[in-house]
């Protein structure tokens, strides 16, 4: 059984990694999409828009398509069709092309992204300790070899095409042949007892949404202030803190690095100092990068600032993720596929919302209501808190699944 999850850990640690690469590549050439199509300023909002508010169309559905098909299954077939769909927008001249490509890439990021996250948290609690933030952390690590291969693709003017099918090319083969070790929650957590969980609630109960709430919060929060940095830290410190063009291009780079590095080391810290903890440390530490940015007097202090929200910002949501796992044991599933959805409300609403404010207001102001909003996660930290025979509080569950102690593992 060990084995099973170690392969299953690995498989999906590069499913994470996948993810992460397919979609900075996406995101990050955006003008290049947008002039090869020919979109114009007013429609281009139209079209971003569109991606998540049908990815959570995705992930909606999978929450009902997981009752009779397993997630590894959906995520088996669902990778494919988002690389496929990347390649796809690079293939295509009409507008119509684009639109399919960008709608068949939305639908299935989140089937994706629901059931990545359904087999990380069953992971998890075959394990019976803090793994999830360690499969984010190579989402990230794809995020940054995404957005480093996009910036050579634009630094040499290489068609979309060219830049992505190479990355296709790799990716797909080796996603589909990881997926054949991936571990369903049936499999990996074993056989639990009915009423397991906090409140008693029974193995299959269904989802009560006024429990999911504060988490639902906390993940819509979380993704208002990671778009508002990849959205505008460039402008941020181009325009009022008065960089130049390429210094503006720093910022979500040096985002992107603490996060990877926040998450690489937040299991230990979880496993230390329980999940409670570490949340309210890094809403603490992402709001004190927020006021660092609003009140920064020049680049480099806002370069701090941005710094400190990589390193914030990062554990919110894998740990959010996490808990609703524990709160459903029985629905784990269910729950984050129905949280899914509000990561998308969070990007759909920051960007526009900053940039509003910013208009209307100014921009250091329009980023103290981030900073406002992961301070009030504060409140609902001690939804993040584990039941008192369930894991991640530092007092580990014995398992004999429980591997990778006294080894680095993944």
Known sequence: MTDVLRRGRASLAFS???QGATFALLVTRIPAIQDRYGVSDALLPVFLAAVPILAGVGSVTTEHLVRRIRPSRLLRWSQPVVLLALLGVGTGDRLVEMAV?????GLAVGALDASMNMLGVSLQRAYGRSIMLGFHATYSLGGIVGASLAWAGAHWHLSLFTSYLPVVLVLLPAA???????????AAAGPQKAGDGPEGKAEGGPVVFKLLLPLCLVM????????????????????????????????????MVMTLVGRAVGDVGVRRFGAVAVVRLGAVVAALGFGVVAAAPGAWIGMLGFTLLGLGLCVLVPQTFAAAGRLFPGASDAAIARLNIFNYVGFLVGSPLVGALGDAWNYRGAMLVPMVLVLVTLGYARSFAPGPDRYGDGHERPRTADVGRGSNGL
């Open 101 to 105: 490509a960008l709608g068949a890439f």
């Open 16 to 18: 994470f990694f996948a």
């Open 220 to 255: 819509t929060f979380a993704y208002i202030g990671d778009s508002t940095v990849s959205n505008w830290s460039a402008k941020y410190l181009q325009d009022v803190l008065g960089s130049s063009e390429q210094l503006a291009t720093v910022p979500y780079n040096v985002y």
């Open 176 to 186: 589909f042949l990881g997926s054949r070790w991936y571990v369903d929650g049936d």
